[in-house]
T-cell receptor
């Protein structure tokens, strides 16, 4: 089946630093999604990308849909303590009206104040 | 409510017992997903419903797992003869028709003792 390789698995940074994480796949996806999960909560959608090459920002977050449609990255600028959590990428492949999300294993982000 | 609602939020059951987990999707959303998340792990796809189409059951780990979606709305995930390895957080998500942005509930934490 389809698999996403998400890296790094974990990051420890100081408050104020920028962060970058990425996902790669051997398969082509139609859409890339980035989620954040806080402890005890479900994942929350941060950014959705629909076109190859698309660069989208949401506040301090910036994500890009790779030209090859097989990868995506997420950048967080000027990190703050509340950025702590697990970040997941998800690729969406579609066939007809069926949309299937495949998730990466997540990046655990720790921000030291 | 406005979001995806899952119940119960926590469930402790004895090995061998059956359990039912419930998901109320966002009103009007035609697609519904179930995922499983083990401690410190990513999201494992279980099953996907889209409208009246036959569900994609390719992620169900064994025949002890089944899911129904009644009237195109509420879904129930049933695990029969639970085993300790079934302990995990079970997450439900829904999305609008022909839309890839899935919104998650808070999950049901299942503990099999």
């Amino acid at each position: 089946g389809q698999q996403l390789n998400q890296s790094p698995q974990s990051m420890f940074i100081q408050e104020g630093e920028d962060v970058s994480m990425n996902c790669t796949s051997s398969s082509i996806f139609n859409t890339w999604l980035w989620y954040k999960q806080d402890p005890g909560e479900g994942p929350v959608l941060l950014i959705a990308l629909y076109k190859a090459g698309e660069l989208t920002s949401n506040g301090r977050l910036t994500a890009q849909f790779g030209i090859t449609r097989k990868d995506s990255f997420l950048n967080i600028s000027a990190s703050i303590p509340s950025d702590v959590g697990i970040y997941f990428c998800a690729g969406v492949s579609s066939g007809g009206s069926n949309y299937k999300l495949t998730f990466g294993k997540g990046t655990l982000l720790t921000v030291n104040p | 409510g406005a979001g995806v609602s899952q119940s119960p939020s926590n469930k402790v059951t004895e090995k061998g017992k059956d359990v039912e987990l419930r998901c109320d999707p966002i009103s009007g959303h035609t697609a519904l997903y179930w995922y499983r998340q083990s401690l410190g792990q990513g999201l494992e796809f279980l099953i996907y419903f889209q409208g009246n189409s036959a569900p994609d059951k390719s992620g169900l780990p064994s025949d002890r797992f089944s899911a129904e979606r009644t009237g195109g709305s509420v879904s129930t995930l049933t695990i029969q003869r639970t085993q300790q390895e079934d302990s995990a957080v079970y997450l439900c998500a829904s999305s609008p028709y022909m839309n890839t942005e899935a919104f998650f509930g808070q999950g049901t934490r299942l503990t099999v003792v």
